[in-house]
């Protein structure tokens, strides 16, 4: 009976467009629609199919602002069981390993943890490198970008998809794992599930419950800053090339000074 914990994180939709804070140049979360990550989600249902078939428990764990909650909501919605909502206004500007502390100091609250599921990165920061942290911090085997995941036993098995092949890799239970794209396809939410994530249980936390100082997170204490940035400058007009019987060599030349070919 596996307790699995599922890293979430709601993200700008891609769809929408999105920008920096002029003042600190932090991810302007408001100017954009939010949503659940959609790796995230694959990590949801892995955790799901894991739990119908070990009769396990999934709780989902959240560092993020208010609105946040929607993302949690979703998770549950799809059948995790509770969820741990980090929410505090110290973490604003956090960088990966301030996250990753803030995390493994969230897991730390949950008993008797075997298994941390999360995806392989997140788009809105494309870092990739949380798992890993995570699994450090926590002393765990890590087991990373995974196209299928078994439990068997006390052991945790994955088959990981890379440009070469296939690898497989076993370790022992607890351990962390990050999924990769291709590991499933998500499940809708059903009514059924929406109506019954209103009452599950959601615990928030700040950092003082995480027993960390809110000097040591947040964007003054972050390893790395942006210290300047600007917006993507418009795109250009293309050139038009009329065929004239020289269209083939104008368009090699302008390839070429493009440096494409």
């Known amino acids: 009976m596996p307790n699995i914990v599922v890293l979430v994180k709601q993200v700008p939709d891609t769809y929408s467009e999105r920008r920096l804070n002029d ?3 932090t991810l302007d979360r408001d100017s954009a629609d939010a949503v659940l990550d959609e790796i995230n989600e694959r990590a949801v249902e892995e955790a799901l199919q894991i739990k119908e078939a070990h009769d396990g428990e999934v709780t989902v764990l959240c560092l993020g602002p208010d609105r946040a909650t929607d993302a949690i909501r979703k998770a549950l919605s799809m059948g995790a069981d509770k969820a741990i909502h980090v929410l505090d206004d110290a973490v604003h500007g956090s960088d990966m390993l301030q996250t990753a502390k803030i995390l ?3 897991i730390g609250t949950v008993e008797d943890v075997d298994l941390v599921i999360a995806g392989n990165e997140a788009s809105d920061g494309s870092g990739g490198a949380i798992p890993a942290m995570l699994a450090e911090l926590l002393g765990y085997p890590q087991l990373t970008h995974a196209r299928e995941v078994t439990i068997d036993g006390t052991a945790v098995k994955v088959t990981r998809e890379t440009e070469e092949g296939l690898t497989h890799l076993e370790a022992s239970l607890p351990a962390v794992v990050s999924v990769a794209e291709k590991i499933n396809e998500p499940r809708y939410p059903s009514f059924k599930g929406i109506m019954a994530a209103k009452k599950k249980p959601v615990e928030t936390l700040g950092i003082d419950d995480l027993g960390l100082d809110a000097g040591d997170v947040g964007l003054d204490s ?13 795109r250009e007009a293309g050139q038009r090339v009329e065929d004239d019987g020289e269209g ?3 368009i090699a030349e302008y390839l070429v000074a493009q440096k494409l070919i």
Request: avoid cysteine.
């Open 248 to 250: 083939g060599a104008r």
């Open 23 to 25: 003042g600190d140049h």
């Open 104 to 106: 493994a100091a969230a």
């Open 222 to 234: 972050a390893w790395s800053t942006v210290l300047e940035a600007a917006p993507k400058p418009p």
